[in-house]
């Protein structure tokens, strides 16, 4: 065995730390995100070599990627031990066939999700339009051209999918209401229970179009006689109603629906169990029981008859209505339109309030101080 002189030791490791000295300073010159490159380049270089001495197997392909990435940012030859630089190129050649098989995705790109919500709004706030005439009015009016093909694909579903539906070829139910909301009067019964345990039958009638209370009244006998009767004051004096709406209760006879008939009115019978097929009077009869029947222990039939009509001059003239803009249904003439001026009332006006049915409710009006 060839024995080594002291000296000849101690200078190969003088130089063995001079050129560590020499990597130290040159790394130190490096840039921070290529360092940082290196090390995790390494770190996984490392963890594949050892899940190899557990279970032999190959690079994982999100592995592949984050070495490809990585070797990016720095001279990835001489930190390369595990694999080949050419396995380290293949790999970077079929991340970037990936890229670009990716990028080259056949068909047409899809349209902006505020573009598709348009195309699926149009198609369901207008049931009888097709995919063209949705296109030529996305082109026409808004200036956006759109193949029909790429606006039926984004038509909505009756499920709330997209790719198209079936035509439809009448139109809504809401749409015929409100077509005919001038000339169509719904009516229905209520019941109050008077402080004496006494059922009553309360009457109402209204125009839908304007949400103007027709008539209303009281009765402890709801025969078909009486219920004609109030048929007869609202459809007796000329008038432009065409249709009639009213439930399939024990109170609509045959001879309602003739006089009715009779009286120049086409009768319409809602549905067998659907109350919300006459929806209008339904909301009308809660706001009164809201409004009014909620806080009133009746007497008597005169005495429910008095508050009811008392409400009914507030429901028409005096209460707004939201489903009218808002607005009121019978506004008197007198009323002044003031003008909206923000939260400042001019200084020569105060606000004066009036009570309805005994403080339950206020109407507040503007008027001018004396001078």
């Given at each position: 065995?060839?024995?080594?002189?002291?000296?000849?030791?101690?200078?190969?490791?003088?130089?063995?730390?001079?050129?560590?000295?020499?990597?130290?300073?040159?790394?130190?010159?490096?840039?921070?995100?290529?360092?940082?490159?290196?090390?995790?380049?390494?770190?996984?270089?490392?963890?594949?070599?050892?899940?190899?001495?557990?279970?032999?197997?190959?690079?994982?392909?999100?592995?592949?990627?984050?070495?490809?990435?990585?070797?990016?940012?720095?001279?990835?030859?001489?930190?390369?031990?595990?694999?080949?630089?050419?396995?380290?190129?293949?790999?970077?050649?079929?991340?970037?066939?990936?890229?670009?098989?990716?990028?080259?995705?056949?068909?047409?790109?899809?349209?902006?999700?505020?573009?598709?919500?348009?195309?699926?709004?149009?198609?369901?706030?207008?049931?009888?339009?097709?995919?063209e005439r949705i296109a030529a009015?996305?082109?026409?009016?808004?200036?956006?051209?759109?193949?029909?093909?790429?606006?039926?694909?984004?038509?909505?579903?009756?499920?709330?999918?997209?790719?198209?539906?079936?035509?439809?070829?009448?139109?809504?139910?809401?749409?015929?209401?409100?077509?005919?909301?001038?000339?169509?009067?719904?009516?229905?019964?209520?019941?109050?229970?008077?402080?004496?345990?006494?059922?009553?039958?309360?009457?109402?009638?209204?125009?839908?179009?304007?949400?103007?209370?027709?008539?209303?009244?009281?009765?402890?006998?709801?025969?078909?006689?009486?219920?004609?009767?109030?048929?007869?004051?609202?459809?007796?004096?000329?008038?432009?109603?065409?249709?009639?709406?009213?439930?399939?209760?024990?109170?609509?006879?045959?001879?309602?629906?003739?006089?009715?008939?009779?009286?120049?009115?086409?009768?319409?019978?809602?549905?067998?169990?659907?109350?919300?097929?006459?929806?209008?009077?339904?909301?009308?009869?809660?706001?009164?029981?809201?409004?009014?029947?909620?806080?009133?222990?009746?007497?008597?039939?005169?005495?429910?008859?008095?508050?009811?009509?008392?409400?009914?001059?507030?429901?028409?003239?005096?209460?707004?209505?939201?489903?009218?803009?808002?607005?009121?249904?019978?506004?008197?003439?007198?009323?002044?339109?003031?003008?909206?001026?923000?939260p400042r009332l001019p200084r020569?006006?105060?606000?004066?309030?009036?009570?309805?049915?005994?403080?339950?409710?206020?109407?507040?009006?503007?008027?001018?101080?004396?001078?």
């Amino acid at each position: 065995m060839q024995c080594v002189e002291p000296w000849v030791h101690v200078g190969r490791m003088m130089a063995a730390l001079a050129i560590d000295l020499g990597r130290f300073l040159g790394a130190t010159l490096r840039l921070r995100t290529a360092l940082a490159a290196e090390n995790l380049f390494l770190r996984k270089q490392l963890a594949l070599y050892r899940e190899r001495q557990v279970k032999p197997r190959r690079a994982s392909d999100p592995m592949r990627l984050a070495l490809v990435l990585l070797a990016r940012c720095f001279a990835w030859r001489e930190a390369l031990i595990i694999v080949q630089p050419a396995t380290l190129v293949r790999w970077h050649r079929e991340a970037f066939r990936f890229l670009w098989r990716w990028r080259s995705r056949p068909g047409r790109p899809r349209l902006p999700a505020e573009f598709q919500r348009l195309i699926a709004a149009m198609a369901r706030d207008n049931p009888t339009w097709g995919e063209e005439r949705i296109a030529a009015e996305l082109l026409v009016k808004l200036g956006l051209r759109v193949s029909p093909r790429t606006v039926r694909r984004y038509m909505a579903r009756e499920g709330g999918r997209g790719g198209g539906r079936s035509r439809a070829t009448g139109q809504r139910w809401a749409t015929f209401v409100r077509n005919h909301a001038q000339a169509l009067v719904a009516s229905d019964f209520c019941v109050v229970v008077t402080v004496t345990f006494r059922v009553l039958y309360v009457f109402v009638a209204l125009e839908i179009g304007s949400r103007r209370l027709l008539h209303l009244n009281v009765t402890a006998h709801p025969t078909a006689a009486w219920t004609v009767q109030q048929f007869r004051e609202v459809l007796a004096a000329p008038h432009a109603y065409r249709f009639v709406l009213h439930d399939r209760d024990s109170f609509s006879s045959p001879c309602l629906d003739a006089a009715g008939t009779a009286m120049g009115g086409r009768i319409l019978r809602t549905p067998v169990h659907a109350p919300q097929a006459n929806a209008y009077c339904e909301r009308l009869l809660g706001s009164l029981r809201r409004e009014c029947l909620d806080f009133l222990l009746p007497l008597g039939e005169a005495h429910l008859r008095r508050n009811l009509r008392a409400w009914r001059r507030h429901y028409n003239h005096g209460r707004p209505h939201a489903s009218l803009g808002p607005g009121l249904p019978e506004p008197p003439p007198e009323l002044p339109v003031p003008p909206i001026t923000g939260p400042r009332l001019p200084r020569d006006t105060r606000v004066v309030a009036q009570a309805i049915l005994g403080g339950l409710h206020h109407e507040y009006s503007v008027e001018k101080l004396a001078a």
